[in-house]
């Protein structure tokens, strides 16, 4: 059995040191590669260096030995790669696109390497968010039995994979070659690592939450208990009071709303490159960011529009 096609097989040598910081700032593009570790690939094995960086700092980065990456059967994002890096290199490095499929040596037989690398790629077709670190393997050192499969490997998750939450749900995999009538099920463990906004300081009850105090952790989902707030592109303000070092869920918070219903602003109709500006009234309330009803003074015919101001609603064909 093998993967489908785009991916190819590497080897990784569980090992990692790199050398000083590149003089420029560089971007590279991880692309999307399998991994085995046990032999000898390098960073520039799986990254395509984009712009313009200093040659030999480069170089000598490209050429720099992988480290373990996990101790699972892995999807793992350009994000866990990057902090792999020293931290003299952190801020001339950017590493964008992924994710890598990783198996450790644990994985010895080409039978189990095709089956996790099949599985994986289908759960990262199926759940596409590329920053999320999914680790799967077999419960109580069981292993999938490849002989007798005809045809690609095709797989069922009971529980779905729509979803981080449902991913984690599932108990085992069913699994059989595209030719064959029937699927057989082995018992897996699922793990998925997202990130997570997290107080950096302690924020008072009524405080407005700024971008200093909010950092972003890689946190197992299945221990989270709540559901994450959404900081980005919006103004909060803390329903609680949220300790140093915290998950901020979504119940810590409230938006601060930026138009109230009823409120006097200005509509800004857009159409490609041409926009009009006209007075209008709020039907709904909304934080920024938020679409809501809107209606121009003069007709009273509503329209959906984005909050972009606290005065002003654009509305886009």
């Given at each position: 059995?093998?993967?489908?096609?785009?991916?190819?097989?590497?080897?990784?040598?569980?090992?990692?040191?790199?050398?000083?910081?590149?003089?420029?700032?560089?971007?590279?593009?991880?692309?999307?590669?399998?991994?085995?570790?046990?032999?000898?690939?390098?960073?520039?094995?799986?990254?395509?260096?984009?712009?313009?960086?200093?040659?030999?700092?480069?170089?000598?980065?490209?050429?720099?030995?992988?480290?373990?990456?996990?101790?699972?059967?892995?999807?793992?994002?350009?994000?866990?790669?990057?902090?792999?890096?020293?931290?003299?290199?952190?801020?001339?490095?950017?590493?964008?696109?992924?994710?890598?499929?990783?198996?450790?040596?644990?994985?010895?037989?080409?039978?189990?390497?095709?089956?996790?690398?099949?599985?994986?790629?289908?759960?990262?077709?199926?759940?596409?968010?590329?920053?999320?670190?999914?680790?799967?393997?077999?419960?109580?050192?069981?292993?999938?039995?490849?002989?007798g499969l005809h045809g690609r490997l095709m797989f069922q998750l009971p529980a779905g994979a729509g979803s981080p939450q449902a991913l984690v749900q599932n108990g085992y995999v069913q699994y059989k070659g595209e030719k064959d009538p029937y699927f057989q099920n082995l018992p897996i463990n699922v793990r998925?690592?997202?990130?997570?906004?997290?107080?950096?300081?302690?924020?008072?009850?009524?405080?407005?939450?700024?971008?200093?105090?909010?950092?972003?952790?890689?946190?197992?989902?299945?221990?989270?208990?709540?559901?994450?707030?959404?900081?980005?592109?919006?103004?909060?303000?803390?329903?609680?009071?949220?300790?140093?070092?915290?998950?901020?869920?979504?119940?810590?918070?409230?938006?601060?709303?930026?138009?109230?219903?009823?409120?006097?602003?200005?509509?800004?109709?857009?159409?490609?490159?041409?926009?009009?500006?006209?007075?209008?009234?709020?039907?709904?309330?909304?934080?920024?960011?938020?679409?809501?009803?809107?209606?121009?003074?003069?007709?009273?015919?509503?329209?959906?529009?984005?909050?972009?101001?606290?005065?002003?609603?654009?509305?886009?064909?």
């Amino acid at each position: 059995m093998t993967a489908s096609a785009g991916r190819h097989l590497l080897f990784a040598v569980l090992l990692a040191t790199v050398p000083a910081a590149l003089g420029a700032a560089q971007e590279l593009y991880l692309s999307d590669s399998v991994v085995v570790a046990g032999q000898d690939p390098t960073l520039g094995s799986v990254c395509i260096a984009t712009g313009d960086g200093n040659g030999a700092a480069l170089g000598g980065l490209l050429s720099s030995p992988l480290p373990e990456l996990s101790k699972h059967p892995a999807l793992i994002p350009a994000r866990e790669l990057r902090k792999e890096l020293p931290k003299s290199v952190d801020s001339n490095v950017v590493l964008v696109g992924g994710p890598l499929i990783y198996l450790p040596k644990a994985i010895r037989s080409d039978g189990e390497r095709s089956f996790y690398s099949a599985l994986l790629q289908y759960i990262e077709q199926s759940l596409p968010e590329r920053s999320l670190r999914i680790e799967v393997w077999a419960s109580s050192g069981q292993t999938p039995e490849m002989s007798g499969l005809h045809g690609r490997l095709m797989f069922q998750l009971p529980a779905g994979a729509g979803s981080p939450q449902a991913l984690v749900q599932n108990g085992y995999v069913q699994y059989k070659g595209e030719k064959d009538p029937y699927f057989q099920n082995l018992p897996i463990n699922v793990r998925v690592d997202e990130l997570v906004p997290v107080a950096r300081a302690p924020i008072g009850y009524g405080q407005m939450l700024s971008a200093d105090e909010i950092g972003y952790e890689s946190r197992n989902i299945s221990n989270l208990t709540g559901t994450p707030a959404r900081v980005e592109g919006h103004r909060l303000q803390a329903a609680s009071a949220i300790s140093r070092g915290s998950v901020i869920y979504a119940d810590m918070v409230n938006k601060v709303l930026a138009i109230t219903a009823g409120k006097q602003i200005r509509i800004a109709f857009r159409k490609g490159n041409v926009q009009v500006t006209v007075p209008g009234s709020a039907y709904q309330s909304g934080g920024l960011g938020d679409r809501i009803s809107v209606a121009p003074l003069t007709t009273g015919t509503r329209f959906t529009g984005t909050i972009v101001s606290p005065t002003e609603v654009i509305v886009e064909d």
